[in-house]
């Protein structure tokens, strides 16, 4: 069974700061991996979706990498903002299986 | 095209009554899923459609839910019965076969009272 685990649960960080989130998958026979964001009750808003093939994907000031044998996702946020304050979730796809496989998220608070 | 469509945004309902949500895809995906969200967690799978075939169901879909897509197109969840312990955030994704990722709607938050 795949199991998908996010560290730390929580992060705070001043603004300006670059950082990473930490991603980490059981099984890697992955088909791909999807970053999400998750404002308070609010639905997800993707971010990075990293193909199997692939080794990282960017997206402005986001850059996500994916090391299948290690199990692993990064999603680096450069010159972090206030806006950039949400829960961050990973999700994996396993090969021949249709559902996603989601962590418990990071939470991120940016102080300005 | 303005995304995944979840109606409503918020349902507060007694215990024991049924309840009923709706799910608009983006038009041109093929694929629909459902997902159950509780508090501090990371959403869990219920279901999906392959156009109008419900293809799988989690065991965390009881005998009270139910789901449809009668025409391939939109989507319905139903839970009949509630119990307090199905107060969570119900959230529909749809995508595209292929190497599409998935998009999400904006949820429809259930408080069972």
């Known amino acids: 069974k795949q199991e998908v685990t996010q560290i730390p649960a929580a992060l705070s960080v001043p603004e300006g700061e670059n950082l990473v989130l930490n991603c980490s998958f059981t099984?890697?026979?992955?088909?791909?991996l999807q970053w999400f964001r998750q404002d308070p009750g609010k639905g997800l808003t993707s971010l990075l979706l990293?193909?199997?093939?692939?080794r990282e994907q960017t997206s402005g000031r986001l850059n996500a990498s994916l090391d299948k044998s290690s199990g692993r996702s990064t999603l680096y946020i450069a010159a972090s903002q206030p806006g950039d304050s949400a829960t961050y979730l990973c999700?994996?796809?396993?090969?021949?299986?249709?559902?996603?496989?989601f962590g418990t998220g990071t939470r991120l608070t940016i102080i300005p | 095209d303005t995304g995944v469509s979840q109606d409503p945004r918020h349902k507060i309902t007694k215990r024991g009554q049924n309840v009923t949500f709706r799910c608009d895809p983006i038009?041109?995906?093929?694929?629909l899923y459902w997902y159950r969200q509780t508090l501090g967690q990371g959403p869990e799978f219920l279901t999906y459609?392959?156009?109008?075939?419900?293809?799988?169901k989690s065991r965390l879909l009881s005998d009270r839910f139910s789901a449809e897509r009668p025409k391939g197109s939109f989507s319905t969840l139903e839970i009949q019965r509630t119990e307090q312990g199905d107060s969570a955030m119900y959230l529909c994704?749809?995508?595209?076969?292929?190497?599409?990722?998935?998009?999400f709607g904006s949820g429809t938050r259930l408080t069972v009272v």
């Open positions: 994704a749809s995508s595209l076969e292929g190497l599409s990722g998935y998009t």
């Open positions: 099984d890697s026979a992955i088909y791909n």
């Open positions: 990293i193909q199997s093939s692939q």
């Open positions: 999700a994996v796809r396993k090969r021949g299986d249709e559902k996603l496989t």
């Open positions: 038009s041109e995906h093929n694929r």
């Open positions: 459609f392959q156009n109008e075939a419900q293809l799988e």
